[in-house]
Structure formats: C-alpha cells, structure tokens
C-alpha cells in the first residue's frame, strides 16, 4: 500500500516512516526540508511546502493513506512568540492538505493534535486531573498553536460527516526521544533539558524556565508511533490521546536526566521565561479502551536512551573542526 507521511523531515515523521518501511508500506516522505540527523527511510521524499494547494495536490497523488505530520511548531518559547505565523501556516497546510486527500481519493488521513486543545482552565494547578477527551470542551485552549490543532480536529470530523472521508485525529501528549531537535531555539523541554545537562560539569549549574513545578506527562517517540498505527488501523473517527499518565514536575524531570548522565546538577530557576500551562497529563482510559493498549515505555528508559544520544550528538560537534 502507498502510504503518505507529511512532516517526514520532522522528529516524529522521521520515527513513523521507518516504521512503516519494517511494516511493508511503500512510504512517500514530504517535507520543507530533509531530516537532519539520518537520511530518511522514505521510498520517495519530495520537497514541497504543503502551505500551496499545488503542492498538496502532488504530495497526495495516488497515495491511499495519509499521515499528516507536517506543521510549524516548537517548543514552548517558540509557540509563544510565533502565533501569527503558527496559525497561519497551520491553518494553510491542514486546510490543503485535507481538501486534496479527498481529491486524490485518499481512503484514510490521520491528523496529529496536541494537548494543547485542552481547555487553559483545567490545568490551572501542578495536580492537574489527567485530561479526558472529553475536555475538550468547552473550548479554551493554547492560544495561537492550541486553537488552530482544535480547528483542523474539526475540519477533520466535518470531512468525514460531509464527504465520507475516513479521518483519525491523535493528540499526542509530549514526545520526545533520539532524533529530536535538541537546540535552535524549537526544542522541547525534555531536550533543552537532555542538551543543558550533557553540557554542565559534574556539580554544574542549568537554567530551569520558572519555579520547576509545573508539571508534564512525557510519551517516548516509540510509544507515539505505535499508537498512531494502532489508531489509523481502528475504526475510531474520536480524537483520542495518545500520551503518558504519569505526571512529573520540571525539577524531577531535571533529577532524571543527571541521574541518567551521572551527574550532580544544580537548578537556577528562572523567573519571567515561558512555561505554558502549570500542569497536565494524559487520562488514558479511553485509549486503553479504543486500542486495547496505552504507551508502557518508562520515562527512565526514555530519558535514558535520549540523553545518551544527545549526548554524544554534542560531543561530535565539539569534535568537529
Ligand atoms: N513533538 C511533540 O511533543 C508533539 C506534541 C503534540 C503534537 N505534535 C504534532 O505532531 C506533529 C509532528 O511533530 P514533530 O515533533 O515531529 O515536529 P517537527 O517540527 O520535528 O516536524 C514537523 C515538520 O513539519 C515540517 N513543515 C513545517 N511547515 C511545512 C510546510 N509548509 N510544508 C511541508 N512541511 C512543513 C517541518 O519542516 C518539520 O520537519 C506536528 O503536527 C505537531 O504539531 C507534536
């Protein structure tokens, strides 16, 4: 089968693509750009900046399903000072790119949401109740990037009421793992924290945005892709999470990744730096009900296989003349 996997130049795109290649697939990769650590698994990769219309039209061309990947995104310093352009470049690819897999034929698109729909006031406290899908509304989500994942769900459901096509909509709780953006400015916190550790000395000082008490739920990239795959494989048209129940504050986080570096690390809390909302977590109940399964790998044994290749990403460079 011709699979299509937007973002494919992209952390998660990446991971997805390798998979689909041990699954058999035949595997078009589309991005604006190659992806950065490895050559892509991709049978074919076109570069295509799938904000033109023309361009979705090629990317979708005779390709049964899609896996739209593709979006403007980053950390949370970056969805926080970027929302003009996030919602526009955004709202043009996903508008696109459904309106040409419905002109292609395309039989199944699966859309990549965030918990970032979630509504602002149930996440107003570090013990935040885990989110349930049904949390969605009503709606107050992330302003810029979180209202513009919550617009193209519904586009995605109206696709399907109106023209029959078989939309699957995943909100993906944080993902991280090897692979990832580390620096630059678009990482997200597991990295920036993996990149600040690698590169303290042992009983180093790094910088943590806020108090260190807000809390996240983190799902390993590997747990991510199997969901997606379990989820474009079942008949579930619901947006369903796809993320960890586990909740961990920043300063844990922090204690995690030393210990998996061996190192003795202390936090320079930073006051007036993004931190986006003070806590949230994925309730998994409906996804173990949906798939039959939840994401299992631990955050020790993510973290630890992230920060070791971080870690030897940054002692390469600093090899490098
Ligand atoms: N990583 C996470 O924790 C997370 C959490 C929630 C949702 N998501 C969603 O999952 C998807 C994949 O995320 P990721 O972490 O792999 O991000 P990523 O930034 O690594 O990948 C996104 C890719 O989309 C590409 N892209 C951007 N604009 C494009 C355009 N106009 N045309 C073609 N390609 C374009 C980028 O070049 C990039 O390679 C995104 O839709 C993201 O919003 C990710």
């Keep these: 089968m011709r699979v299509l996997v937007t973002g494919a130049g992209g952390f998660i795109g990446h991971h997805l693509i390798k998979r689909l290649k041990a699954d058999g697939y035949w595997v078009r990769g589309v991005d604006l750009k190659v992806p950065e650590f490895e050559p892509s698994a991709a049978d074919e990769f076109q570069l295509l900046d799938l904000r033109r219309w023309a361009d979705c039209q090629q990317a979708t061309r005779g390709m049964r399903e899609v896996y739209n990947l593709a979006a403007n995104m980053g950390g949370i310093g970056f969805i926080e000072h970027n929302k003009a352009v996030i919602m526009h470049d955004n709202v043009l690819i996903n508008v696109h ?62 696709y399907f009421e109106d023209f029959g096509l078989e939309t699957r909509v995943a909100r993906f709780h944080n993902v991280y793992g090897p692979l990832g953006t580390f620096d630059g400015g678009r990482e997200k916190s597991p990295a920036a924290i993996c990149r600040k550790v690698a590169l303290a000395t042992d009983d180093g000082e790094i910088e943590v945005w806020g108090d260190g008490s807000q809390t996240r739920s983190y799902c390993y990239v590997d747990d991510c892709v199997e969901g997606v795959r379990r989820l474009m494989q079942s008949e579930w048209r619901e947006p369903l999470n796809i993320g960890q129940e586990r909740l961990v504050t920043i300063n844990e986080l922090v204690d995690m990744v030393a210990s998996a570096a061996g190192k003795r690390i202390r936090k320079r809390h930073v006051a007036g730096a993004p931190q986006g909302v003070r806590g949230r977590s994925s309730d998994n109940t409906l996804v173990r009900q949906v798939l039959g399964w939840e994401p299992s790998i631990t955050l020790e044994d993510g973290l630890g296989r992230t920060y070791a290749w971080i870690e030897e990403q940054i002692a390469e460079r600093a090899a490098t003349p």
Excluded: N
């Design 97 to 158: 790119m459904l309106e040409a897999a419905r002109e292609a034929g395309v039989a199944r698109f699966l859309y990549t949401s965030s918990a970032c729909i979630y509504p602002l006031y149930r996440q107003q406290t570090p013990d935040v109740t885990p989110l349930r899908e049904a949390d969605a509304y009503p709606a107050d989500p992330e302003d810029g990037y979180g209202w513009e994942k919550l617009f193209s769900e519904r586009q995605c459901r109206h």
